[in-house]
T-cell receptor, first 112, second 114 residues
Framework: AQSVTQLGSHVSVSEGALVLLRCNYS??????LFWYVQYPNQGLQLLLK??????LVKGINGFEAEFKKSETSFHLTKPSAHMSDAAEYFC??????????FGTGTSLTVIP | DSGVTQTPKHLITATGQRVTLRCSPR?????VYWYQQSLDQGLQFLIQ???????AKGNILERFSAQQFPDLHSELNLSSLELGDSALYFC?????????????FGSGTRLTVV
């Protein structure tokens, strides 16, 4: 069975600091992996996705994530945090049966 | 604007009542997915429709039902409502029955049961 674990339900960083949001997954087959962002009172917006090919994936708003099969991880990073990055971030894995499994989310706070 | 439209944005109703949530998918998308988001359960997949047919079922209660109409909009019906049904209900869409590229989400309907 597939599952997603997001380490740290709350992460705080200073403006301009590195953002690192952790995601580990379990999957019996090569997964499709996604990061979504949810701003207050809004729906989830796709940040980036890994399907096949290059393991370092670049997304919108300067975010990127690296698929590491050996570590079953898909951590999300951004070199320099902006105030506008404050939101809830969700990691998700899709299996070959088109079932999506979402993590419980990480709330990112950016401190001025 | 994601292109996925959900109405209403907010709904307050009493226990035991029935409500209908509506979703119009992004233009050209054939699949509609319904999710429930609550603080204690996170994002839970409820059901998927593809081109009018039920494609996949998740943790959907028997009191809940959905359908997708010929114009591809979808409705989620929630009946005999309980306090625990209070949540955000999201609709998402994808071009085909297999969302390899992920979903496009609507902005949700916040249901409060009192």
């Amino acid at each position: 069975a597939q599952s997603v674990t997001q380490l740290g339900s709350h992460v705080s960083v200073s403006e301009g600091a590195l953002v690192l949001l952790r995601c580990n997954y379990s999957s019996s087959v090569p997964p499709y992996l996604f990061w979504y962002v949810q701003y207050p009172n809004q729906g989830l917006q796709l940040l980036l996705k890994y399907t096949t090919g290059a393991t370092l994936v670049k997304g919108i708003n300067g975010f990127e994530a690296e698929f590491k099969k050996s570590e079953t991880s898909f951590h999300l990073t951004k070199p320099s945090a902006h105030m506008s990055d404050a939101a809830e971030y969700f990691c998700a894995v899709r299996n070959t049966g088109n079932q999506f499994y979402f993590g419980t989310g990480t709330s990112l706070t950016v401190i001025p | 604007d994601s292109g996925v439209t959900q109405t209403p944005k907010h709904l307050i109703t009493a226990t035991g009542q029935r409500v209908t949530l509506r979703c119009s998918p992004r233009s050209g998308d054939l699949s509609v997915y319904w999710y429930q988001q609550s603080l204690d359960q996170g994002l839970q997949f409820l059901i998927q429709y593809y081109n009018g047919e039920e494609r996949a079922k998740g943790n959907i209660l028997e009191r809940f039902s959905a359908q997708q109409f010929p114009d591809l909009h979808s409705e989620l019906n929630l009946s005999s409502l309980e306090l625990g049904d209070s949540a955000l209900y999201f609709c998402a869409s994808s071009p085909s029955g297999m969302a390899e590229g992920g979903y496009t989400f609507g902005s949700g309907t916040r249901l409060t049961v009192v």
